[in-house]
DNA sequence: GTATTGTATATTGGATGCAAAGTCAAGAAG
DNA sequence: CTTCTTGACTTTGCATCCAATATACAATAC
């Protein structure tokens, strides 16, 4: 009981740790304005860390302690998250992280290649010398930063977002992310240091390719890098359900 | 007040009513083990169906007095539906029925020309007779229906999804039709029964095409399906906006 | 020894109560 | 006449309480 506690008072303490300024900057702009909408972040936060490993039992209790709130918010927040299909709910018995198996992993893959190449599709003839930049940025800080097991997904995210953007496709941006998503959590928990090698160096050569408006080249090497991915992430998922989910693995007693 | 009532109470009893045996089945076989999950299929039904138009403030206590339960149940069932992109939150506001405007129609389909001729070039080469034979008789269905207006969003997604099915992508059928239900609620409230002559001629084309395994040709014509769809609601969406369906008026930017 | 039934305990699901935020209209100030 | 303030009222958001359900384990029957 009180392990779980402590993963997600760590959890919560990270946010506020490194999240920091962000943190009570989003407090006070109104994006935490309910208890709810606190939970609700930090439990998704905290799934998409992997520190809450998917299959794992979600007791209300523990999270509603680990809050310091009632099990109120923590319900609706779970009732969100599985509408947003991060959690799944079995009546009478609660709520768990959901799963993907590797069948899912190359569904997710086929989907994210369709959207991802009509995107960029749309947003290459659009793309301006400002968003190329803000992309090399990016990757610079990627370049620089030290803890990426911590930050890839995000900055990852990033760099992408900012080649998708000038498409102006927010519906279509924000279904693009929920895939990538069901794909990070993965990522983060299991992919070493040497991995980010190769999708770096691929980033590098993508934005070479949009300065050259290579359409054909870009949307070939897009494909190539997301089915990389997968192939990076079957791998893993096949080798964990093989030897047993590992990790943080904190079954019956 | 005791308008917004009547409304649900109508689809409650039109569920109760309508589906009869299959409720009752369905309550037993575990498809309503909580008042949460009544609450949210019946809301999701009331939004798709167009009882409660999009825009609609949806005030917890009438839901809650309508189906007879207490606001937790409702609440929970709301965020979920906010996770499904359904309704809205606004803090201390409440929530509302969640609004699509041109831009975003334009955008679904984009997104959906690219999903479901994807799904259906998968399941192209599976197509058996059987599927074709089951998706004719959803036709016959609709030439028989008398009730179009209610049931053509039904009976309509029933034939695609009996088309895309040998592709066996699960998480891509429920996509679509996530996509799919976003216009279908305007749909329904939009269109007259001469409408809908027009996309079962269609569906037929469709279906022999199928046969022939034309590939090609039934990517073409499943393209042109979509993209006339959306520009009827366009002409709606544009229509009611004009005429003076203002209420909350919002972007127009 | 195995299977089944009954009971204790943990956990979820739902109802109720109360405080806080938001809304609206009437009246005062400019 | 318009704008701002004030206070009653509405509605949301959260905490607490109680009931319903599932699980584990022990006891009994075969």
Redesign the pocket.
């Known amino acids: ?1 009180p392990r779980a506690l402590s993963v997600l008072e760590k959890i919560v303490s990270s946010i506020l740790s490194v999240m920091g300024l962000e943190e009570i900057a989003a407090r006070a702009s109104g994006q935490f ?6 939970v609700a972040n930090g439990l998704r936060d905290a799934i998409l860390s992997g520190v809450l490993a998917g299959g794992q ?5 523990e999270i ?1 302690e680990s809050f ?6 923590v ?2 927040a779970l009732r969100q998250l599985e509408g947003e299909g991060m959690v799944a ?7 768990v992280v959901s799963e993907i198996s590797h069948y899912e992993v190359e569904e997710i893959t086929e989907i994210r290649i369709a959207l991802e190449t009509m995107a960029m599709h749309k947003a290459i003839p659009l793309l301006e010398d400002d968003d190329l930049e803000r992309a090399e940025e990016v990757l610079h800080r990627i370049d620089r930063e030290e803890d990426l097991i911590t930050y890839w997904s995000e900055l990852n995210w990033r760099f992408h977002a900012t080649l998708f953007a000038p498409a102006e496709r927010p519906r279509l941006l924000a279904l693009i992310k929920s895939q990538h998503d069901a794909f990070e959590r993965y990522i983060r928990m299991h992919l070493a240091l040497s991995d980010y090698e190769k999708p770096q160096s691929e980033h590098y050569e993508l934005l070479d390719l949009c300065r050259k408006k290579d359409t054909d080249a870009i949307l070939k090497l897009l494909t190539q890098h997301i089915e990389n991915t997968s192939e990076l992430l079957v791998t893993y998922i096949k080798d964990g359900k093989e030897t047993g989910a590992n990790g943080l693995a904190k079954n ?1 007693s």
């Open positions: 009981m304005r309910t208890t709810q909408s606190m039992p979600l007791r209300q209790e509603a310091g709130v009632s099990r109120s918010p319900r609706e709910f079995i009546p009478h018995r609660g709520a019956t």
